[in-house]
C-alpha cells in the first residue's frame, strides 16, 4: 500500500484513544477494487476495551449521533461482545474523511489467544489474510507467525499430494470461512476466489518462508520454483501428517485427541507428551476440519446475536442487506 494511502488511515487514530494494536484491511484497499461504496475494515486491539469505548465516548461526543455509536454504553458493549459474542465489538457504517469504515475493538490478551490457540478462530482466522498492520506496540506481527505455520499445516492437510501456490492459498484462506453461517446466503460466493487472485503477490510474501523451511525439511517439492506460481508435491505419509499435526494450535489437538485418542510419548529430555493417535491422514484431515467448522459456526453465530444487540438493529439491518445483496449478486 501506498504510504500516502497508509498515512491517511493512520490518521483516523488520531481522533480516537491511543491503541496497542491496528491493522486494515478490506476489498476497498486492493489495487484493482473498483467498488469505491466499500468499507475500509479496522481491529484494533486495547488493553482495556471498557475503559476505551469510555474514552471513546468522551472524546468524540459530538459525533456519537452520526457514528461512533455503541449503543447502551462501554459497559454493556463489553459484556455483550465477552459474554454473547467473540470479544469484539464492531462499529460499521463510521463515516470519517468521506470514507465509509468499520472498526472492531478486541482486548488484547483476547487477540494473542486466538491468534495462538484458534480459541474462536475469528480474529486468527482474519489474520491468515493479508492486512496492513498500522500499529504493532506488542509485536502481535510476530506472534501471528505461529498462526500462519499453523494455517499452512492445516491447509496441507486438507490438500492432495499434488497442488499449486494458488490452491494452498485458496485453501488457507477458506479455514475461517468452513462453519460460517453468512457464507450461506450473505457472502459472495466467489470470495475466497477473490480475495487470493487480488492479493496473490501478499499471500506469498506472507507464506513462502514457511514453505521454503517445508522444502528444507524434504516435506515439500517445488518445480518451477521462480515462476509466477509454483507446483507443489507433498510427502503423505503417516509420519509427515503427524508432523502438520504438532503444528497444529494446542487446543485443535486436544480436541482431536479428545474424539481419536491420545498416546504418551517420551522425549529425550524426560519430558512426557501427549500427542494424538493417527490411523490415517484421511481421518486426522476429517477429524480437523469438523473441529474448525464447529469452531467458525459457533463464533460467527454469537457474533451475528452480539453483533444485532450492540450496533443497533438499523445498522445491522443494513450491513446484513448489504452482504446479502453483493451475495445475490455472486450467485446470478
Not at 486491539?45 to 452520526?66: C, I, R, T
Not at 507433498?234 to 480436541?255: E, F, I, N, W, Y
Request: hydrophobic share 40%; proline share 4%; net charge positive.
Amino acid at each position: 500500500m501506498e504510504i500516502d494511502k497508509i498515512d491517511e488511515l493512520k490518521s483516523f487514530l488520531n481522533v480516537l484513544p491511543p491503541v496497542g494494536f491496528c491493522c486494515v484491511y478490506g476489498s476497498s484497499l486492493h489495487p484493482n477494487n473498483r467498488d469505491k461504496s466499500s468499507m475500509v475494515d479496522f481491529i484494533i486491539g486495547v488493553s482495556d476495551p471498557k475503559q476505551w469505548h469510555s474514552e471513546n465516548m468522551e472524546l468524540n461526543e459530538d459525533h456519537y449521533a452520526s457514528w461512533m455509536v455503541p449503543l447502551g454504553g462501554a459497559k454493556l458493549i463489553t459484556q455483550v461482545a465477552d459474554k454473547i459474542g467473540v470479544g469484539v465489538h464492531f462499529n460499521p457504517f463510521v463515516t470519517w474523511n468521506d470514507k465509509m469504515l468499520k472498526y472492531g475493538v478486541v482486548r488484547m490478551h483476547d487477540l494473542v489467544q486466538d491468534v495462538l490457540h484458534w480459541e474462536r478462530f475469528y480474529l486468527s482466522g482474519r489474520l491468515q489474510k493479508p492486512v496492513h498492520i498500522l500499529v504493532d506496540n506488542l509485536d502481535i506481527g510476530d506472534v501471528n507467525s505461529v498462526n500462519l505455520r499453523a494455517a499452512v499445516s492445516a491447509a496441507l492437510l486438507l490438500l492432495p499430494s499434488k497442488f499449486n501456490e494458488e490452491d494452498l492459498y485458496s485453501k488457507i484462506c477458506s479455514l475461517s470461512y468452513m462453519g460460517d453461517l453468512r457464507m450461506l446466503f450473505a457472502e459472495d460466493k466467489n470470495k475466497v476466489k477473490r480475495i487470493v487472485e487480488g492479493q496473490f503477490g501478499l499471500f506469498q510474501s506472507m507464506y513462502r518462508p514457511f514453505l521454503k523451511e517445508y522444502e528444507a525439511k524434504e516435506l515439500l517439492t517445488f518445480s518451477l520454483p521462480n515462476s509466477h506460481q509454483a507446483n507443489i508435491s507433498q510427502d503423505c505419509s503417516l509420519s509427515m501428517t503427524h508432523s502438520l499435526v504438532h503444528s497444529l494450535p494446542p487446543l485443535v489437538r486436544r480436541k482431536m485427541g479428545m474424539k481419536q485418542g491420545e498416546m504418551q510419548v517420551l522425549k529425550d529430555s524426560g519430558r512426557v507428551l501427549h500427542e494424538v493417535m493417527i490411523g490415517s491422514r484421511e481421518e486426522a484431515a476429517k477429524s480437523m476440519q469438523k473441529i474448525i467448522r464447529r469452531t467458525v459456526m459457533v463464533s460467527s453465530a454469537r457474533q451475528a446475536v452480539s453483533g444485532f444487540l450492540t450496533a443497533g438493529g438499523v445498522n445491522a439491518t443494513r450491513y446484513l442487506a448489504n452482504k446479502v445483496r453483493k451475495a445475490w449478486k455472486s450467485r446470478t
